[in-house]
């Protein structure tokens, strides 16, 4: 927030220095408590000081904590106060420093705080810092990692409790029990280093333990109650290129409970998509239609996207359910889009009787701005008359983008609460997307799997709700599915368990649920120096910027085209020419920035950050190699100074460098931010781009 001054009158100023010498004083402490409401109302319900320390038992600084949950800065800070009942968010950025810790100041109401940290070896989990559910209303010095064991296990304990059918495999007694062991090994009286040790050593396992509890109960709870919910499994196909076996695998893998989502491509006809429709219906497979995916939807005006749903329901009657809004929340979709959503839901509902109308929000709770929180953008967007036409409510989830982990359990019971009459379930899961690669989840080194990790845990644990449909609708179902024995067989398990009944994991000993112990206030160590109930912030703390949340890209439609359809090529000379395809690109002063781009192919050519127009100032280049597999290259980080525009080229700088390759999903920006670069997938084709060598460089589709 920016503090302005007010522009006086002539009769203020007059006034005002009738009165200075009273009023000098009255000044001067206005201020002070104008600079102390900005930093959150800290006279409101007191300050909560942070202690933060690693699974040594070392005391972090503000800046390694800050490192530690933004990933060594390929993330951003993510620091978010919510309402600890209904997860709607307050505020951003309320973390600030406070001697040699980071704190924040307690609003008018109770609060919880929301923050990303690291475990092993399930990656970073979403942290719902809430005091035991009760949330913070009074001044404390709490120590995280301990503090948020305690509430993980709270919950864990009830979540266990809400499941009496459920056998405990020896994974999850294995990490509960070490969970428990480790704070059970500490008490009030304990240094708080040692606590905020075993604290962090007891995440590492509840992670464990909360994923295995979902994960093999979801089946279980499904197939015992598919008489009131007919479990989904879902594929999200956008290409009508081999629909046959897209269909054929999607039968394979799922039916009787095969769905497949279509992405009906912007300017696309309904006839685009008739063969693969009915071919669907054919095979068993149901159908959800999406006639507008969140990347599409500024396209439109709203009287064009109610059109579009007009025209899809009446050319396919016989599509099994409608999604009515993708990842509507997200912040690069049109200001009115509940208008249109409202539209849409009506279009369904007097259009396709009985068709289910399903939303899909999009998983983001502390990234990007309080309005687009996902319960908080509900509530304010999402009116009893729309909810009526809703049948379906579920939501996009990229763990890299917005991590997840332990607080998933909680999420969807709070989705539950906040949809009573709808049902839900997940309506696009992938991981490791191309620019938006800021948290790593179970394999920070093996991404492919950690792929198979996040499939199979989501696909199960989706399950495990009253009301749930399962869903998932993998978004990148082609590209990932198709060749890899491996994700297929996490779901045809799925499916055999659902098809069984879904037998029970092979019990091992009963794990008995440990008292969760209560975090009281203890004397302050010597080692450990406390801050007053209402510590003065060092510097004016501001607001953190945190980038805007994009699209997630077309699914990989072939081997030329990373994601999406469209890819740009270069038939790069055996000599080097220096000659250049290339973008101006505006960035933000001082601040550090990267450049990267995926390449396949062969040959070289190189990637290179320009400071002035005639590209003389080089402020970062790399090499790019290209070969037969997508590899990602990326510049060194570079400053851009004063500047407030950069000029990224691809160059044939090179001899001996003869070759095809192809690059797509090209990126510069600040590490974790918003992509700088306009049409950087080349989907809006051979447009934005500057092209001095049309012989060797050109933008095509792999359809």
Do not use: C
């Amino acid at each position: 927030m920016e503090n302005k001054p007010e522009n006086h009158t002539e009769k203020h100023r007059a006034l005002r220095n009738l009165l200075l010498p009273g009023l000098a004083f009255l000044l001067f402490a206005a201020v002070i408590v104008v600079a102390f409401s900005l930093r959150g109302s800290a006279q409101a319900g007191g300050t909560v000081t942070l202690l933060f320390f690693d699974r040594n038992g070392t005391a972090l600084t503000p800046t390694q904590v800050r490192s530690a949950s933004n990933n060594g800065g390929a993330g951003y800070n993510n620091d978010f106060l919510l309402n600890p009942a209904n997860m709607r968010a307050i505020s951003s950025g309320p973390l600030y420093t406070s001697g040699t810790n980071l704190a924040f100041n307690i609003p008018s109401q109770a609060v919880a705080l929301a923050f990303n940290w690291p475990t092993l070896p399930g990656g970073y989990q979403l942290l719902i810092l809430d005091n035991g559910g009760a949330g913070f209303s009074t001044a404390a010095t709490i120590n995280f990692t301990y503090q948020a064991a305690l509430d993980v296990k709270k919950k864990l304990d009830a979540a266990r409790a809400a499941r009496p059918d459920y056998a405990p495999s020896a994974k999850f007694t294995t990490a509960y029990q070490a969970a428990s062991s480790q704070l059970a090994g500490v008490d009030v009286y304990s240094p708080q280093s040692a606590k905020g040790k075993a604290g962090q050593l007891a995440l590492d396992q509840l992670a464990v333990a909360y994923d295995a509890m979902l994960a093999e109960h979801g089946p279980v709870y499904a197939a015992a109650n598919k008489s009131t919910v007919t479990p989904w499994i879902g594929f999200t196909i956008d290409t009508v290129s081999n629909y046959q076996a897209n269909v054929d695998l999607a039968a394979t893998l799922a039916a009787p409970y095969a769905w497949i989502r279509i992405v009906f491509d912007a300017g696309q006809a309904p006839s685009t998509y008739t063969t693969l429709v009915n071919y669907a219906k054919t095979k068993g497979v149901k159908v959800l239609g999406q006639p507008v995916d969140s990347t599409y939807d500024k396209g439109y005006t709203r009287a064009q996207y109610k059109q579009r749903f007009i025209d899809y329901i009446t050319a396919f009657p016989q599509i099994d359910a409608w999604e009515v809004g993708n990842e509507v929340n997200g912040s690069w979709l049109s200001s009115d889009i509940g208008l249109r959503i409202a539209d849409a839901a009506a279009e369904v509902k007097a259009r396709a009787p009985g068709k289910p109308s399903v939303l899909t929000l999009f998983w983001q709770i502390n990234t990007d701005s309080v309005a687009n929180s996902m319960f908080t953008w509900a509530k304010a967007n999402l009116p009893a008359s729309t909810r009526s036409n809703i049948d379906v409510v579920t939501f996009s989830q990229y763990q890299e983008q917005a991590p997840m982990g332990v607080a998933f359990d909680q999420v969807m019971k709070t989705l539950r609460a906040e949809f009573p009459t709808q049902k839900i379930g997940l309506g696009e899961l992938g991981y490791w997307i191309a620019g938006q690669q800021f948290w790593w989840a179970y394999n920070q080194t093996d991404t492919l799997a950690a792929k198979r990790t996040v499939a199979e845990q989501y696909y199960n644990a989706g399950f495990d709700y009253p009301g749930s449909i399962g869903g998932v609708f993998w978004w990148t179902f082609i590209a990932d599915f198709k060749s890899d024995t491996a994700m297929q067989q996490i779901v045809k398990t799925l499916r055999d368990k659902l098809q069984s009944g879904a037998p029970t994991p092979t019990p091992s000993p009963t794990a008995t649920a440990t008292p969760t112990p209560t975090a009281t206030p203890s004397p302050t160590p010597s080692a450990t120096p406390t801050a007053t109930p209402s510590p003065t912030p060092t510097a004016t703390p501001t607001a953190t910027p945190t980038p805007s949340p994009t699209a997630t890209p077309t699914p990989a439609s072939g081997g030329i085209v990373f994601n999406g359809s469209w890819s740009a090529m270069g038939k790069i000379p055996a000599t080097a020419t220096y000659q250049d395809f290339y973008q101006t690109v505006t960035v933000t002063p001082n601040a550090n920035h990267t450049a990267s781009v995926w390449v396949k192919g062969s040959g070289s050519l190189e990637l290179q950050v320009w400071g002035n127009t005639t590209w003389t100032k080089r402020l970062a280049s790399v090499r790019i190699n290209a070969t037969p597999t997508w590899t990602k290259f990326t510049t060194p980080v570079f400053n851009a100074g004063n500047r407030q525009r950069v000029y990224l080229t691809f160059d044939t700088a090179f001899a001996n460098a003869a070759g095809t390759m192809y690059f797509d999903e090209v990126f510069l920006g600040t590490s974790g931010g918003v992509n700088r670069v306009t049409n950087p997938g080349f989907e809006s084709g051979n447009t934005l781009w500057n092209n001095d060598a049309p012989a060797i460089f050109s933008i095509q589709t792999g359809k």
